[in-house]
């Protein structure tokens, strides 16, 4: 993620880093990491309708930001996924839940982008159990009408900053309905903004699960251009942190160190400025489910961004390894019927204008 100017002279208490800003300006208007951030320039620039629609749904929202699809493509009309078993979470998602409901989000931004050329796009999900690809889509002429979702797919981001505190309208509500449930009982906010904060404690302070994002961590322009997946840490501020020593992967890998104990006061005002939240849930858990979790989810990021929202995934709690047990078990005492499965949690708010995030070329996954 890029800090907001705020949060970097938080983690250093506002002196050291104009120092460093102030050294050159060159230094300050060279940060943004082009290259990782080109995918998102190239989108809709192909002629094959099929690579037209993949370079928009490579831009989805996708779990740590792994990206885990390769694609294959089949004569002239279909496209074979698969989720890239290089790209796994173990400690924090042992069952490949999350990496499969971002395999959602990245068909039904597919589909949507097809339908803005006139294709409708059907879904075989799994068709060989889960020894074979994810899905295999085939692409069809449609005379159909485009999805209205589809202008806000280039503004869609996960907002990782505090919201403001106005609350969502009666109109934004009943829109955002049809794709998740929409929180905004002032009592049972109170309750989902402790539980969140909990289990966003028991990762970090799980040290398999903390240095699984540790690992994942892309310190500065040079790393994010060179491997645009997983955790970017850039911008100027960030790395006029980096050029003082302010900001290390060994100080976010110490919980004990100045850095990482500012970082975990960045994150307690940004969970606790929420206003609403918005949950899924489906009624089983099979592979299917968490596809079309995936697909509802892509459909209200979408939707909230249409509003002027901003969406931010807190799914910790619903994690599946022992330490996240008791609050795997709280989120689904409140936020799901017996025997559902809450797929995603979310905040949603107004919420402040946050870059694109890197993305590996189209041609980087195509196998």
């Not at 949060?7 to 208490?13: D, H, P, S, V």
């Not at 796009?121 to 020894?131: A, K, L, N, Q, R």
């Not at 690809?133 to 503004?155: N, R, V």
């Not at 998740?180 to 009592?187: G, H, L, Q, V, Y």
């Amino acid at each position: 993620m890029t800090l907001s100017r705020r949060k970097a002279l938080t983690l250093i208490g506002g002196g050291t880093i104009l120092a460093a800003g102030t050294a050159t300006a060159g230094f300050i208007g060279t940060r943004t990491p082009t290259k990782a951030i080109a995918p998102w320039d190239m989108a809709g620039s192909y002629a094959d309708p099929r690579k037209w629609a993949l370079s928009y749904a490579l831009l989805a929202p996708n779990a740590h930001n792994r990206q885990p699809w390769l694609i294959g493509l089949e004569g002239d009309d279909k496209v074979i996924l698969w989720r890239d078993t290089s790209r796994e979470l173990p400690e924090t998602d042992p069952y490949h839940r999350q990496l499969v409901i971002s395999l959602g989000c990245f068909l039904e931004q597919m589909r949507i982008a097809a339908a803005e050329k006139n294709i409708n796009v059907s879904f075989d999900i799994y068709p060989d159990g889960e020894t074979g690809p994810a899905a295999i889509a085939t692409f069809e002429p449609d005379t159909g009408t485009p999805d209205p979702l589809f202008t806000a797919i280039m503004d869609r981001r996960s907002c990782k900053e505090p919201f403001t505190d106005q609350p969502l309208s009666t109109t934004d509500i009943a829109t955002l309905q049809p794709y998740a449930d929409i929180i905004t009982e002032p009592a049972k906010v109170s309750a989902i903004k402790h539980l969140t904060w909990q289990a966003w404690l028991a990762e970090v302070n799980h040290h398999p699960t903390h240095m699984e994002s540790v690992d994942l961590m892309r310190f500065g322009k040079a790393e994010i251009n060179s491997n645009p997946d997983g955790i970017d840490l850039g911008g100027p501020f960030l790395e006029g942190l980096m050029l003082v020593g302010a900001l290390t992967r060994d100080q976010q890998a110490d919980i004990n160190s100045t850095s990482f104990q500012q970082g975990v006061a960045i994150y307690d005002e940004m969970l606790h400025a929420t206003t609403a939240y918005a949950a899924i849930t489906s009624a089983g858990n099979t592979r299917a489910d968490q596809i079309q979790a995936g697909r509802d989810w892509l459909r209200l990021n979408l939707a909230t961004t249409g509003l002027g929202l901003a969406l931010h995934p807190v799914s910790q709690a619903l994690q599946e390894y022992p330490q996240m047990a008791a609050h795997y078990d709280a989120a689904h005492l409140m936020l799901a019927a017996e025997g559902e499965t809450v797929q995603m949690l979310g905040r949603v708010g107004y919420g402040p204008t946050i870059p694109r995030t890197p993305r590996w070329p189209l041609e980087t996954r195509l196998i």
